[in-house]
């Protein structure tokens, strides 16, 4: 082979390189393919992600709420112990008119993850970049998207409040109807939207300009303002429980141990680890100890918030929600991974809108620095953490397609497999039980509650069972009816003192979810009087 031709062949090869990157460029320039190709690939991981993803006690129990209630009045009835509004419930209660498989949740609540994903890449002003790490990071691919909760459609609300925002002053009462919605999502939501909500208020207070221009829409502004006050009024009354809630009751008191561990949730939500990830190298690495994390936590906080300082609005935004999630966290309820994810979702929505707005300059020479010193870092900040996010994201993802996240889809089908499912069964603990409940679509009889049922009723009623009580109930059940009963445990059960014939049958230990491993036993009915 010669030099020359040697020589034509690199010219080749860089003349089809040099083509196929402007093919990629012209490609990456348009706006609605890069759109396009993104939902469509979260679409394809986010389908295999749900066929893949066993369903536990949280998502089913919400679609067993709203399968079992024959009203919406009784839908509202039935959601008192819950300590969520009711948007979610409403929307698959109309769904299981039409079916009675919760696989059918999970295509709706993909929808509206799809949704969000596409308002976020359509309308966010973020690089391609920072988009394409966003989409694929561990809140809006795994835990907003492949687990069906009510927090999506927050999320999918929340989004679409920051992109009517850039036309804000011309649809007020579109953006108090987002509110509105966002309100009866979560407790979460309810607390981002009254943070909105006051934003505007205070945009409209402090901007003289602002009044001016809109002193001829007073009508406008007022509808506004009650279509807000309603959602907030609305969703505060959905979230009272009744008296005899079993869950936490409200109070005053100061630990400095519980406060380290608050201020530590900025850091858990920022750099998202999920317990079911959580080994011991990235323990001692990713997840330091409370003190520490604690430390971290206040200097993300630091960073973001110096992003915003010369932004007021967007700083009194997003300080105002980030405090008020961490006094929630403290008082109310601590939460989990799912619910210190909306600190992270409000710090891409204030990074989001401040791109509305210019930055002014601040009186404190040191704090203008500082500003100006985050701005430069901005980009790699974000870059940085959401790259994070992806890998989490995929790996989450990942260890949810080859390992069960609940023994109980698993534990459903081999009853179903050996003609089992129209039997008289028996659960303890209940919550575990109600996700075999959920996926064979049948109630069975709950120790706890004393009775029979398919969601769980969260009252202070419910109470434990020692092995005892447990096979006697059993023992009266299968002499009530005249037939066999299946024991549906969490645990091991001691049978030696059964009176009636017991046979463990079955276990399934592979779960993710802790509690959620299930042991089958067979006790036979016996005729006493025979």
């Known amino acids: ?24 460029n012209a490609f990456l320039s348009n706006n609605s393919i890069f759109t396009g190709l993104l939902v469509l690939s979260f679409l394809c991981i986010g389908l295999l992600n749900i066929l893949t993803h066993e369903m536990w006690r949280d998502e089913l129990q919400a679609w067993l709420i709203a399968k079992d209630s024959v009203s919406i009045l009784n839908l509202f009835d039935n959601l008192k112990y819950e300590g969520h509004p009711a948007l979610w419930h409403i929307c698959l209660y109309f ?31 973020f690089t391609k970049l920072q988009k394409t790490l966003f989409i694929f990071g561990y ?19 929340i989004f679409c409040f920051c992109a009517v925002f850039r036309t804000r002053t011309k649809n007020y009462i579109v953006l108090s109807c987002i509110l509105f919605l966002l309100a009866q999502t979560s407790v979460y939501g309810l607390m981002i939207s009254i943070c909105f909500g006051c934003t505007l208020i205070m945009e409209y207070v402090f901007d003289r300009n602002l009044r001016k221009s809109l002193r001829a829409r007073r009508t406008e502004l007022i509808i506004s303002i009650a279509i807000f006050i309603l959602g907030i009024i609305g969703s505060v ?18 630990d400095p141990r519980r406060i380290s561990h608050v201020i530590a949730i900025p ?36 960073f973001s918030f110096l992003l915003f300082a010369r932004k007021h609005v967007v700083a009194f935004l997003y300080t105002s929600a980030t405090i008020g999630l961490l006094i929630f966290s403290y008082f109310i ?9 909306h600190l992270f979702i409000l710090f891409i929505a204030c ?26 870092h901005k980009n790699r900040f974000i870059v940085g953490i959401l790259s994070i996010h992806l890998i989490f994201g995929l790996a989450a993802s990942g260890v949810d397609w080859f390992y069960p996240f609940s023994a109980g889809k ?20 209940d919550f575990p039980a109600s996700v075999v409940a959920g996926y064979l679509n049948r109630k069975i009889y709950y120790t706890q509650s004393n009775k029979f049922g398919s969601f769980i009723i969260w009252n202070n009623k419910r109470g434990d069972h020692s092995t005892h009580k447990i096979l006697k109930k059993a023992q009266e059940l299968t002499q009530q009816r005249k037939e066999d009963i299946l024991l549906i445990m969490n645990y091991e059960l001691d049978i030696s003192s059964a009176l009636n014939p017991i046979v463990k049958i079955k276990e399934f230990k592979k779960s993710i979810v802790p509690n959620e491993k299930y042991y089958l036993y067979l006790m036979s009915y016996d005729d006493m009087g025979k």
């Open 351 to 376: 990074l989001w809108i401040s791109d509305y707005y210019t930055d002014i300059k601040l009186k404190s020479w040191l704090f203008n620095n500082l500003a100006g010193f985050c701005k430069k």
């Open 1 to 24: 082979m010669t030099v020359l031709t040697i020589f034509d062949k690199e010219k080749e090869v860089r003349k089809i390189t040099d083509y196929a990157r402007k093919v990629l």
């Open 410 to 429: 698993e534990t459903a089908k081999f009853i179903k497999d050996k003609q089992m499912d129209n039997m008289l069964m028996l659960g303890d603990m």
């Open 139 to 157: 809140f809006p691919l795994y835990e907003y998207a492949a687990i069906s909760r009510n927090y999506a459609m927050g999320v999918l609300f």
């Open 95 to 125: 769904i299981s008119r039409f079916t009675a498989q919760p696989i059918v949740m999970q295509f709706f609540h993909l929808l509206l993850a799809a949704t969000t994903i596409y308002i976020f890449t359509r309308f966010s002003p």
């Open 333 to 341: 309820h601590f939460g989990e991974l799912r619910h210190h994810g």
């Open 267 to 302: 850091w858990k939500a920022y750099i998202p680890i999920p317990e079911f990830m959580n080994t011991e190298f990235i323990a001692s690495t990713i997840l330091p100890s409370r003190i520490p994390a604690a430390a971290l936590s206040i200097i993300l906080l630091c």
């Open 237 to 254: 009354f959905q979230l009272m429980q009744p008296i005899d809630s079993g869950g936490r009751i409200w109070g005053i008191s100061i």
